[in-house]
């Protein structure tokens, strides 16, 4: 069964960085592209960086510039690290594949919390 577990998270000041990681079993991780959504408050779950099984990436406009994605295949983890962060950043991170949609399985997700 697949499960995926979320850490990192943690309140923060604007400007400020985090590093978050998740780690993924119950799937072959390396065959997957994966990406980081966020959930702010009010609002949809949204996609907001992608890494494919070869490390080739792509970001939302909101983090382009200021967040990094990466994997390390042999540890079937996710990374994404953030930095030059705003308060706009708040919310819950969930790591999930690059498809993924409200019937697939879903971590508890990490909060992030952004002071100004």
């Known amino acids: 069964q697949v499960q995926l577990v979320e850490s990192g998270g943690g309140l923060v000041q604007a400007g400020g960085s985090l590093r978050l990681s998740c780690v993924a079993s119950?799937?072959?991780?390396?065959?997957?592209?994966m990406s980081w959504y966020r959930q702010a408050p009010g609002k949809e779950r949204e996609s907001i960086a992608t890494?494919?099984?070869?490390?080739?990436?792509n970001y939302a406009d909101s983090v382009k510039g200021r967040f990094t994605i990466s994997r390390d295949n042999t540890k079937d983890t996710v990374f994404l690290q953030m930095s030059s962060l705003k308060s706009e950043d708040t919310g819950v991170y969930y790591c999930n594949h690059i498809s993924a949609n409200h019937d697939d399985v879903w971590g508890q997700g990490t909060q992030v919390t952004v002071s100004s």
């Open positions: 890494i494919s099984p070869g490390s080739n990436t």
């Open positions: 119950g799937m072959r991780f390396n065959m997957y592209a």
